[in-house]
């Protein structure tokens, strides 16, 4: 099992930065990547980013290439999502979600942390 805890939501000006983190807990060795999803009201849950545990790939949604980073520290069980150029269409909730391949593949999800940009 893997727990998964997200922090660092809030309120945001359009522009701004703001980051979140995911700490990881119980089984973490079992982790092979882990990404930031987001959904906004009305809308789909969407890929945001992620990043391999080991060798740290990652990948981008189109929409924020170029603005947000994903980067994770395997010492403290945790991934981070820099935002930076924050826009309105960013507002949502974003969840952390890890991939395990112990006893065949399984996802674990965090509680959700919300993101609104606004003046």
């Known amino acids: 099992q893997v727990q998964l805890v997200e922090s660092g939501g809030g309120l945001v000006q359009p522009g701004g930065s703001l980051r979140l983190s995911c700490l990881a807990s119980?089984?973490?060795?079992?982790?092979?990547?882990m990404n930031w999803y987001r959904q906004a009201p009305g809308k789909e849950r969407e890929l945001v980013a992620g990043i391999t545990r080991t060798g740290g790939t990652t990948n981008y949604a189109d929409s924020v290439k170029g603005r947000f980073t994903i980067s994770g520290d395997n010492a403290k069980n945790t991934v981070y999502l820099q935002m930076n150029s924050t826009q309105p269409e960013d507002t949502a909730v974003y969840y952390c979600n890890a991939v395990s391949l112990a006893g065949g593949r399984k996802n674990y999800w965090g509680q959700g942390t919300q993101v609104t940009v606004s003046s």
């Open positions: 119980g089984f973490t060795l079992s982790i092979y990547r």
